[in-house]
């Protein structure tokens, strides 16, 4: 489950980072369909258990209303065997994120999508970000901050969706599964993205 981000924030952010883009040829840099904030990664999910989990999902959607999300510092993380990632982080909108993701895991375990947690093991905190690049060296970060300088990027989070990854040259594309809107609205399902 993922915050989509709208079509005009992605291209505003890929026109700020086209100079660090450039500079850093090296990196990979996610497309703009690829951008968008991730709540939960489900992983590998039988298909008989999509109605569950939008039945699941659909109170987290109803009482979360739309929320502004505005992008934040810029960081890195990965390493120790894992590919180097670097991120943008919210500002705005970071501790509404943080619950929505919490409700999303529980509805996720009800469904029978996700193992129950272990008792007395807590979960990761969820580190709200949007992924901007993979093989991202130490000073990439920095370079996104100066691109990205004072600027206010940010946008109305209205709606979450279920996202289905497939992997492949030349990379990674998301077909749409399931889309909620936030609010006391029916949900929308379907559609390709």
Do not use: K
């Amino acid at each position: 489950m993922a915050l989509p981000v709208p079509d005009s924030v992605a291209s505003s952010l890929a026109t700020l980072l086209a100079p660090v883009q450039a500079a850093n040829p090296d990196v990979r840099w996610l497309d703009r369909d690829q951008l968008h904030v991730t709540l939960a990664f489900i992983g590998a999910m039988p298909a008989d258990r999509l109605d569950p989990l939008e039945q699941a999902l659909v109170e987290a959607a109803r009482v979360c209303g739309p929320f502004r999300i505005g992008l934040g510092n810029a960081g890195r993380f990965g390493g120790r065997g894992r590919q180097e990632v670097a991120w943008v982080g919210l500002g705005d909108g970071r501790s509404t994120c943080v619950d929505l993701a919490d409700q999303v895991l529980a509805a996720c375990r009800a469904a029978g999508v996700l193992p129950a947690a272990s008792e007395g093991v807590a979960d990761a905190p969820l580190r709200p970000h949007l992924t901007v690049a993979r093989r991202a060296a130490p000073g990439l970060p920095a370079a996104i901050e100066a691109a990205l300088g004072p600027r206010s990027l940010g946008w109305l989070a209205d709606e979450m969706v279920l996202y289905r990854s497939h992997l492949g040259p030349p990379a990674v594309r998301y077909e749409t599964l399931l889309r909620l809107p936030f609010g006391p609205h029916l949900p929308r399902t379907g559609g390709a993205g």
